[in-house]
């Protein structure tokens, strides 16, 4: 099973670029599909982007076209989360989450039954 485990958060100013990283721990040279996900305070968590890593087939939420880039480093066994033109907005705990699947599913694309969690890097977008 994979085990994410995300890193690169902290705080940014407006404007700026940020990339985060979700090592996917445990894939053994498996394909594995790793989805970003960000819960901001007040809100309710919203899955952001998934990406497999057998094909590198993509799935981006509306809310986040244009800003938001996935892309995966399959020698590294990790994905990478990278937001340009940082909003206040955007500051939010982010995570990224890996399902039992090793394709990207209509479930997952949709952003459900994902099964393996990272902790959670905070992100915190100042203006």
Same mark, same amino acid.
């Given at each position: 099973e994979v085990q994410p485990v995300e890193s690169g958060g902290g705080s940014v100013q407006a404007g700026g670029l940020l990339?985060?990283?979700c090592a996917?721990?445990?894939?053994?040279? %498996? %394909?594995y599909v790793i989805g970003w996900f960000r819960?901001?305070?007040?809100k309710e968590r919203e899955g952001?982007?998934?990406i497999s890593s057998g094909d590198d087939s993509t799935n981006y939420a %509306?809310?986040?076209?244009?800003r938001f880039t996935i892309s995966? %480093?399959?020698?590294?066994?990790?994905?990478?989360?990278?937001?340009?033109?940082?909003?206040?907005?955007?500051t939010a705990?982010?995570?990224?989450a890996a399902p039992l699947g090793t394709k990207i599913s209509p479930y997952t694309a949709g952003f459900f039954e994902y099964d393996y969690w990272g902790q959670g890097t905070q992100v915190t977008v100042s203006s």
């Open positions: 990339r985060l990283s996917a721990s445990g894939s053994n040279g %498996d %394909d819960q901001a305070p007040g952001v982007l998934c %509306d809310s986040v076209k244009g995966s %480093d399959n020698a590294e066994n990790t994905v990478y989360l990278q937001v340009t033109g940082l909003k206040p907005e955007d705990v982010y995570s990224c």
